[in-house]
Each structure stands twice: as structure tokens, then as C-alpha cells.
């Protein structure tokens, strides 16, 4: 596994019955991230893009697989509880 190097805090969200947003955060230079890492505590649909609404037909993100996602262009991440609310956390990557 190659490491990888987060060094600016990220945004959080707990899921809900209906769509939430998180904006894409920015890395320690400022900038929005082109790269970051998403992880659940539990069962959570997301879908990543620009004012997108998460739905049952989106990906699946769940506590035992991260997901490390090129957000390049894109400004937030949609997230949609599957059977539970579930804390979302998306941090920036460094490049």
C-alpha cells in the first residue's frame, strides 16, 4: 500500500434520510483538493460532482474501504444514509 499525506483538515457530515453536501475541502496550499480521501463509519451512498443529490443508485462507501477519489473540477460530495445516519469525513490529499 503506498502512503499517502494529509496535512489540512477536512469536512464532515452526518448522513440522513435525504441528500447533505460536503464541499470538497481545500489542501494545505489553499487550493480546492484535486484528490481526497473518504471514509464512513458506516454504510453510506456518495456521489461526488458540482450540486449533485445522492441517491440509492449512487456509490456505496463503507468503514472497512476508504475511498481515495480524483475530485478534480468538482466542488462537493453528496451523501445519503443506507439504513442508518453515519458520519461522513472527506480529507484533502496532498499531491
Known amino acids: ?6 496535512m489540512a483538515a477536512g469536512a464532515a457530515v452526518t448522513s440522513s ?8 475541502p481545500n489542501d494545505s496550499t489553499g487550493n480546492k483538493a484535486k484528490t481526497v480521501l473518504v471514509t464512513v463509519e458506516g454504510l ?10 445522492a441517491t440509492a443508485a449512487c456509490t456505496i462507501a463503507s468503514a472497512n474501504a476508504p475511498l481515495l477519489l480524483d ?9 445519503l444514509q443506507l439504513t442508518a445516519a453515519q458520519i461522513v469525513t472527506v480529507n484533502p490529499v496532498e499531491s
Not at 1 to 6: A, Q
Not at 71 to 79: L, N, R, Y
Request: aromatic content about 4%.
Open 44 to 53: 453510506t451512498y456518495i456521489l461526488p460532482g458540482i450540486g449533485l443529490t
Open 71 to 79: 475530485v478534480t473540477g468538482m466542488t462537493t460530495i453528496a451523501v
Open 1 to 6: 500500500m503506498t502512503p499517502i499525506k494529509i
Open 17 to 24: 434520510g435525504s441528500s447533505q453536501s460536503i464541499t470538497i
